[in-house]
């Protein structure tokens, strides 16, 4: 177990104090859709961190986030001492790397399968500008996270503009999005990835912005994604072609061309998605059929043995049909539950709190608009995809993570999502009376 010093206290306030100067100097002087909520984030997610690192120090008592820090650092002792053993090692995957560290007598826990000994190697640069601190690197790790979650704050702002108070709740005052997006953890650095995708893509494609930039970075955090949390990448696969597939429809005025061209295109998408997820899958040793069914059952063995906070979806048919009849349950789980009932401990009890929330905005947003939900959402082809999205990941994790506590960080990426898309329409049905009244003599 980790013991906090003085040392580690002095590590974080400066860090923190001093990118918070920073900080705010940048939200005086700058004026930029969002400067305002700045420095609220930066603090929101410090504060993240901080309750993060002190959860799995003293509340788990150890944990992913510990040992990936332990790992690293062995790692990282390698460079002082065999400089040139450290940069090989970089270099190898996870089944070349074990004789060169028996060679080197270092045992590292995390480097036995590809994502793990992948999140130690891309960690490695942050552990030692953490100086080598357990909350050193916490607060980096909670510093990149804000970037993340900014990115996602002035996208929603862009789509959902006057809106800035409510869209920054949705994307810094969600309790377990805030802490388990905020530590050394993978969900840390995916979200993040995934937070710059969204953006991306969203600015290239309705705001017709191409930069040198864009086109080094996406295959950068594609990349880095791809190796962490492949099921991420291949979830927002269906966004990408659901939203060019209606946006491309958007653009057609004529009706006839509209209704000879839309059929072709549905057709070159839907082909085009199949064979792009079939190839990411079945390129991907984790993910193809061939390994999906064992691991699929490996997570239901061991994450039911993590404590009080399992749950399970029935009898399990490890088959695609089997799969299949277990969408509606696996996507409320992750949605919807645990129900307070479920709580076994203080923190999934926090969880099932956001669930009871999640419920009953979902259930005031059908009461409200009704049927007019699709009509409402289908004006933006963004958010359409956005909704597919939130679906398809929340059937992916649901199935598989089957213990609340793992399920509250894999589904970090869709909550803000789906919350979100929740309330936009809302947002527009209310437009819509407003109108409506406005036109009543």
């Known amino acids: 177990m980790i013991q906090l010093d003085i040392i580690d206290w002095g590590i974080w306030l400066f860090l923190a104090v001093t990118v918070g100067l920073l900080m705010y100097l940048y939200q005086r002087t700058s004026n930029f859709p969002g400067s305002p909520y700045l420095v609220r984030g930066y603090l929101l997610k410090v504060f993240g961190g901080l309750s993060f690192a002190l959860i799995y120090i003293y509340y788990y008592g150890g944990g992913d986030s ?3 820090f332990r790992s690293t650092s062995t790692l990282n002792e390698l460079l002082a001492s065999e400089p040139g053993t450290y940069f090989k090692l970089l270099s190898l995957n996870h089944e070349e790397a074990q004789p060169v560290l028996r060679n080197a007598n270092k045992i590292i826990f995390y480097s036995h399968t590809a994502e793990e000994w992948f999140m130690v190697k891309l960690t490695s640069p942050f552990i030692f500008l953490g100086f080598n601190s357990y909350l050193g690197v916490t ?12 990115q996602l704050f002035q996208l929603m702002n862009k789509i959902l503009p006057n809106r800035m108070g409510l869209v920054f709740g949705i994307n810094f005052l969600i309790p377990t999005s805030l802490i388990w997006t ?3 953890l993978k969900d840390t650095i995916t979200f993040t990835c995934f937070a710059f995708l969204c953006s991306i893509f969203y600015t290239i494609l309705y705001e017709r912005k191409w930069r040198l930039f864009h086109l080094l970075f996406i295959p950068f955090i594609v990349y880095i994604t791809l190796n962490l949390k492949a099921y991420i990448i291949i979830s927002f696969a269906p966004w990408i072609l659901i939203t060019l597939l209606f946006f491309t429809a958007s653009t057609i005025k004529n009706t006839v061309v509209k209704y000879l061209t839309v059929p072709i295109i549905i057709v070159i998408m839907v082909a085009s998605g199949y064979l792009g997820i079939n190839y990411m899958i079945q390129n991907n040793q984790e993910y193809n059929t061939e390994n999906l069914f064992s691991k699929i059952r490996g997570f239901h063995t061991w994450h039911t043995q993590l404590g009080g906070s399992a749950y399970n ?5 490890y088959t ?17 539950r645990p129900y307070p009932w479920e709580s076994g401990s203080a923190l999934v009890l926090l969880n099932s709190f956001e669930s009871m929330c999640m419920i009953l905005l979902v259930v005031w947003m059908f009461l409200k608009v009704r049927l007019r939900f699709f009509k409402h959402l289908f004006k933006n082809p963004f958010l359409i995809g956005g909704l597919v999205f939130c679906l398809f990941f929340a059937f992916s994790i649901g199935i598989t993570s089957y ?5 509250s960080r894999f589904k970090v990426p ?3 999502i789906f919350v979100f898309i ?3 329409v809302i947002h527009q049905e209310r437009i819509s009376k407003s109108k409506s009244e406005e036109r009543i003599p």
């Open 66 to 68: 510990i040992e990936y």
């Open 139 to 150: 607060f980096l790790m909670s510093l990149l996270s804000f970037f993340g979650s900014f």
């Open 182 to 184: 905020s530590g050394l």
């Open 313 to 317: 979806l029935g009898e399990m048919e």
């Open 320 to 336: 695609e049909i089997g799969l299949l009849k277990k969408v509606p349950a696996a996507i409320n789980v992750s949605l919807f």
């Open 403 to 407: 213990n609340f506590g793992a399920l």
């Open 414 to 416: 869709l909550t803000a």
């Open 422 to 424: 929740m309330i936009y």
